[in-house]
């Protein structure tokens, strides 16, 4: 049998440190999500950057058993992953079409976003043996991919009708969160639907049109259109600002086991450089986790005013001192444990207070999802079982192996 932690039989030969992964919390998520949307709304999964760390494949099944329609991808290698791995669902590729990639997105049927004249211009060049199913991308602000508002008319005034192109979608990309920019959000929209209206005009009928992300599908239900798109709900966190809207799940726990404790006295130091010098008597133990793995970790971001500006200074401050703001970042049966020194590549030593916590004992640390790296294993859970793992650089399929240890 597997070794109980969490409540999980967990595979003895899955290492020390795993991301822990409840398919049918993301089931419950998407289940929520669902009941906003008129049963003419479809849904799309955005599954980009590997689910947000959560692992493509398992979540694309999980979220389509669950009830979305539609699967959405940023480069073409992700939805290729996808179809390798069996899934047939619509995928859309949101980053622009390239005409060296004409044969893959044919091959295996995925969907091209159009966002440009000159990849429209290309695209006419081409032949297919099929039809290639195209969504338009319109930049209605954020400058960043899609086509200019006024030019949509003319590339779909060129390709309607044409057999080899399906005109399946036209879309937009909000650049700002209602809470934040509401104002700018409802601009964007108005210019999406000035894009619209002539087309419909003119006859030309584009099935599914798309706007909102999470926190729009929130906050701005006129502008759910044929389809929303969402990634950040399915994962069981909130946009900022829209805490506890509906009921969510958290599927993701990273996981790790003590795998050495010491006793230190006052005076001694912990760590790479010494940098920190025990107060009191304590036990520490030893984690295999470490910035590698993404742990103590995070994204750089430039003070938008002054007060970004002099929280950010104080959180420098505070780490200069050994004091970690924030988000506890490992925890022992829901109690923080505090980091002690630099957090290593691959190990980090932290304070243990309780009696009952020792080698073996299993510690959930806190990692940024898109952080957590490929090589920490994730252990994939159903009804509180394991149903399938995947580790870096092997196989995805270990039924076979998962029943050896069952």
């Not at 995928?91 to 295996?108: A, C, G, N, R, S």
């Not at 200019?148 to 590339?155: A, L, Q, S, T």
């Not at 002099?310 to 401050?317: D, E, F, H, Y």
Request: charged share 25%.
């Amino acid at each position: 049998m597997y070794e109980e932690k969490n409540n999980i039989a967990v595979p003895p030969f899955f290492g020390p440190r795993w991301v822990q992964i409840d398919l049918d919390a993301l089931k419950f998520n998407v289940v929520q999500i669902k009941k906003l949307l008129s049963p003419d709304t479809k849904l799309m999964a955005v599954v980009k950057a590997d689910a947000y760390g959560l692992g493509a494949v398992e979540v694309s099944k999980a979220a389509l058993e669950a009830g979305a329609d539609m699967l959405g991808v940023t480069t073409i290698d992700e939805g290729l992953e996808l179809r390798e791995m069996g899934i047939g669902a619509p995928i859309l590729v949101f980053t622009p079409f390239m005409p060296e990639e004409k044969d893959l997105f044919i091959q295996y049927d995925l969907t091209a976003t159009v966002g440009s004249l000159e990849t429209a211009e290309a695209l006419l060049k081409e032949s297919f043996p099929y039809p290639l199913k195209v969504h338009i991308k319109v930049d209605t602000g954020m400058n960043r991919l899609g086509m200019k508002p006024e030019e949509v008319v003319e590339f779909v005034s060129r390709v309607y009708g044409n057999p080899l192109i399906e005109l399946e979608g036209l879309y937009t990309h909000f650049a700002a969160s209602p809470k934040g920019n509401r104002p700018f959000v409802e601009r964007q929209f108005k210019i999406f639907k000035e894009v619209v209206s002539p087309l419909e005009e003119r006859g030309y009928s584009i099935p599914i049109k798309h706007v909102c992300n999470s926190a729009a599908l929130l906050d701005m239900p006129h502008m759910h259109m044929d389809m929303v798109r969402v990634g950040t709900l399915i994962y069981g966190q909130y946009p900022f600002g829209y805490e506890n809207r509906i009921p969510l799940k958290n599927p993701w726990e990273v996981r790790a086991k003590i795998i050495h404790v010491k006793e230190v006295s006052p005076g001694e130091k912990v760590g790479y450089g010494g940098d920190y010098t025990v107060k009191k008597a304590m036990r520490i133990g030893i984690i295999p986790v470490g910035y590698a793995d993404g742990f103590g970790t995070s994204p750089e971001m430039n003070p938008k005013n002054l007060l970004d500006l002099l929280k950010m200074l104080i959180k420098k401050i505070l780490a200069f001192f050994g004091i970690r703001a924030g988000m506890p970042l490992v925890k022992y049966e829901g109690l923080p444990l505090k980091v002690l020194g630099r957090i290593g590549m691959q190990l980090t030593a932290v304070e243990l207070p309780h009696d009952n916590a020792g080698v073996g004992s299993a510690v959930s640390v806190f990692i940024r999802r898109t952080n957590a790296g490929s090589r920490l294993p994730r252990l994939y859970v159903s009804e509180n079982r394991v149903v399938n793992i995947r580790i870096s650089g092997a196989s995805r399929d270990y039924a076979q192996r998962l029943g050896e240890y069952s």
